[in-house]
């Protein structure tokens, strides 16, 4: 099994900064792709934000020049720094990974329970 930790959210003034982390531990052979979703109040969770394990980086059209992801593969994390936050930036962000559980193993995916931010003044 794989747990996935999420931690750095919190109450920031609209274009304020924050830094979420994802923290993954278990029996894994492999970390592939890392991602952050976000769940705004009253709306489905969407995807925000991708890392490979070769570190190209992918993310939704609004967070551009204002996100940026990365990842620690010897500390099996990814992060999500985010700065000049605005209101329609506020929800629960969720962390995301794609494993290998063993060299011959399939694919898994795994969910963390999310932190939540919010973007208010």
């Known amino acids: 099994q794989v747990q996935l930790v999420e931690s750095g959210g919190g109450l920031v003034q609209p274009g304020g900064s924050l830094r979420l982390s994802c923290a993954a531990s278990?029996?894994?052979?492999?970390?592939?792709?890392m991602r952050w979703h976000r769940q705004a109040p009253g709306k489905q969770r969407e995807w925000v934000a991708t890392?490979?394990?070769?570190?190209?980086?992918n993310y939704i059209d609004f967070v551009k020049g204002r996100f940026t992801i990365s990842r620690e593969n010897t500390k099996r994390s990814t992060y999500l720094q985010m700065n000049n936050l605005k209101p329609e930036d506020t929800g629960v962000y969720s962390c995301?990974?794609?494993?290998?559980?063993?060299?011959?193993?399939?694919?898994?995916?795994?969910w963390g329970q999310g932190t939540q931010v919010t973007v208010s003044s």
């Open positions: 278990g029996n894994f052979f492999v970390i592939y792709d």
């Open positions: 890392i490979t394990k070769e570190g190209a980086t």
């Open positions: 995301y990974v794609k494993v290998r559980r063993s060299p011959t193993g399939g694919l898994v995916e795994y």
